[in-house]
């Protein structure tokens, strides 16, 4: 192994982990209301599989996080979880998660680098299923984007109130907000669309 491993003070361990469990929570409650709007039993079925997934990495986090700060974690992220808004419309909800799954899986890679073992440990639980969930993010987008024209503007404007929104669940650095833009552009490119800010917008 190229990297050594290297424990992280517990104070900074602990943050990441309120950082992690709040995204979680968030991810849960997207892909829950999502069974609402979805158009089938299948899109149903397949939001509230992911939904149940989001919420037992949230449970790998608060697992750690109780270990380590002997206190739980739920009462600490879930105000903050609560205050991201709903999607109001399947279209909405495909772009909503996409963006914000994709903020969460750029964070995951970051954190990834920090080379603490008991953080590698929760992320390799976590990742087994974010493929999946990323994979079924982006054919839902790109399905609505094949669809009617008049789709187009809408999306235009889910993304402007999303593509911020999605940024913010991830932690400050500046390379979050690249390694995002770059992981988002090609699918946004391919769809059409164009990210906030950026010169083809
Ligand atoms: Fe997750
Ligand atoms: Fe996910």
Redesign the pocket.
């Known amino acids: 192994m190229a990297e050594m491993s290297q424990s992280l003070p517990d104070a900074k361990l602990l943050e990441i982990l309120e950082s992690q469990g709040y995204r979680e929570l968030v ?1 849960a409650h997207l892909f829950a209301g999502g069974v609402r709007l979805a158009p089938s039993i299948d899109d149903k079925h397949m939001l509230a599989e ?1 939904a149940r ?2 919420l037992s ?1 949230f449970e790998i986090v608060a697992t750690l996080y109780e270990q380590v700060a002997g206190r739980g974690l739920y009462d600490v992220v879930a105000a903050r979880a609560s205050t991201l808004p709903t999607p109001a419309s399947w279209l909405e909800i495909a772009v909503a998660a996409y963006l914000v ?1 994709r903020a ?1 899986a750029v964070q995951l890679a970051a954190y990834q680098k920090l080379g603490d073992p008991r953080l590698e440990k929760l992320i390799h639980k976590i990742l087994d ?2 493929h999946e ?2 994979a079924a993010a982006e054919t839902a987008l790109l399905d609505q984007c094949s669809g009617p024209s008049s789709r187009g503007d809408l999306a235009r404007n889910h993304v402007a109130r999303w593509y911020p929104l999605a940024r913010s669940v991830m932690d400050a650095p500046a390379s979050n907000a690249t390694a995002f833009a770059d992981s988002v552009r090609p699918t946004l490119t391919e769809c059409g669309l164009a990210i906030p800010g950026d010169p083809a917008a």
């Open positions: 991810s992911h997934e989001e990495h799954d969460a299923h974010e969930h990323q």
